[in-house]
């Protein structure tokens, strides 16, 4: 259940290693960074179903488009996790300049049963993305990739337990 803080202007540097984050939320106070330098940043929620609000909308952990600013992962970011226990996500505003250092792609995984990605309130700005969510894609604003592709699957699990969507409104 415990957050992750990291301190105004302190950062942390794997020196070219990858970096597994896990914590109810993630704190990363004005100046703080986080590098990877050309390996990946994995990071996951400490209990199962654990929501994740990506940019302006909150959830149990919230990154915010600022603090997604402050990572730099020279083999992408995975926000949710690799277990079967993701729980859903909002991604509400990430900029191009939020997401800029996390190249070559941003993975956004809920894989826990009935889990969804949605994107709603403003549009998002990634170099590159890939959705995987176990009950659906929810695309409510834009979605934009910069410098690579996008690939979204409603259906991870590849089960017709629930009902998976990929849906586009308004």
């Given at each position: 259940n415990g957050t992750l803080t990291l301190q105004t202007g302190k950062t942390i540097t794997t020196n070219n290693s990858d970096l597994t984050i896990?914590?109810?939320?993630?704190?990363?106070?004005?100046?703080?960074?986080?590098?990877?330098?050309?390996?990946?940043?994995?990071?996951?929620?400490?209990?199962?179903?654990?929501?994740?609000?990506?940019?302006?909308?909150?959830?149990?952990?919230?990154?915010?488009?600022?603090?997604?600013?402050?990572?730099?992962?020279?083999?992408?970011?995975?926000?949710?996790?690799?277990?079967?226990?993701?729980?859903?996500?909002?991604?509400?505003g990430i900029t191009a300049a939020g997401s800029n250092n996390l190249s070559p792609v941003v993975t956004l995984v809920a894989h826990d049963n009935g889990a969804s990605?949605?994107?709603?309130?403003?549009?998002?700005?990634?170099?590159?993305?890939?959705?995987?969510?176990?009950?659906?894609?929810?695309v409510k604003k834009d979605i934009t990739t910069d410098t690579g592709g996008m690939y979204l699957d409603g259906d991870k699990d590849n089960s017709n337990a629930s009902p998976d969507t990929l849906h586009s409104i308004g």
């Open positions: 896990t914590a109810w939320d993630l704190d990363l106070q004005t100046s703080a960074s986080v590098t990877t330098g050309t390996k990946s940043i994995l990071i996951t929620g400490s209990k199962d179903a654990q929501t994740i609000g990506l940019g302006a909308t909150g959830a149990n952990m919230h990154i915010m488009d600022s603090e997604l600013q402050r990572m730099t992962a020279g083999s992408g970011l995975v926000l949710g996790g690799a277990t079967a226990s993701a729980g859903s996500m909002t991604v509400n990605v949605t994107f709603d309130t403003a549009g998002s700005t990634f170099n590159a993305l890939e959705v995987q969510a176990d009950d659906g894609v929810v």
